[in-house]
Nanobody, 126 residues
Framework: QVQLVESGGGLVQAGGSLRLSCTAS????????MGWFRQAPGKEREFVAA????????LYAGSVKGRFTISRDNAKNTVYLQMNSLNPEDTAVYFC???????????????????WGQGTQVTVSS
């Protein structure tokens, strides 16, 4: 199965933008549905965005819809999360996740994913 490595986190002021990347090892990346989750201190891990294996369909949590965009480049084995209009409530460790799938489906629940990255910290200052 693939292994995932996130990058692109950091410190940004409220209203700013960041782009997270998640690069997968292996040659079967296009067989995986991908998702982004986040976990703030003292809180449970929550769904942020998901994308199907082809990239044709995406889904967002209500709290980020219209501000975040998930995309993927299967030729580069990479999924992205473009985050705009960031606010302090977006501060969290962001994780990407992968699930091997036959159909062009996306998933919104953490237990549905079998592969996780190590996470990247995003801190938004007010």
């Amino acid at each position: 199965q693939v292994q995932l490595v996130e990058s692109g986190g950091g410190l940004v002021q409220a209203g700013g933008s960041l782009r997270l990347s998640c690069t997968a090892s292996g040659r079967t990346f296009s067989s995986y549905a991908m998702g982004w989750f986040r976990q703030a201190p003292g809180k449970e891990r929550e769904f942020v965005a998901a994308i199907t294996r082809t990239g044709r369909n995406t889904l967002y949590a209500g709290s980020v819809k219209g501000r975040f965009t998930i995309s993927r480049d299967n030729a580069k084995n990479t999924v992205y999360l473009q985050m705009n209009s960031l606010n302090p409530e977006d501060t969290a460790v962001y994780f990407c996740a992968a699930r091997l799938t036959l159909g062009d489906l996306y998933y919104t629940s953490a237990p549905q994913y079998s592969v996780w990255g190590q996470g990247t910290q995003v801190t938004v200052s007010s």
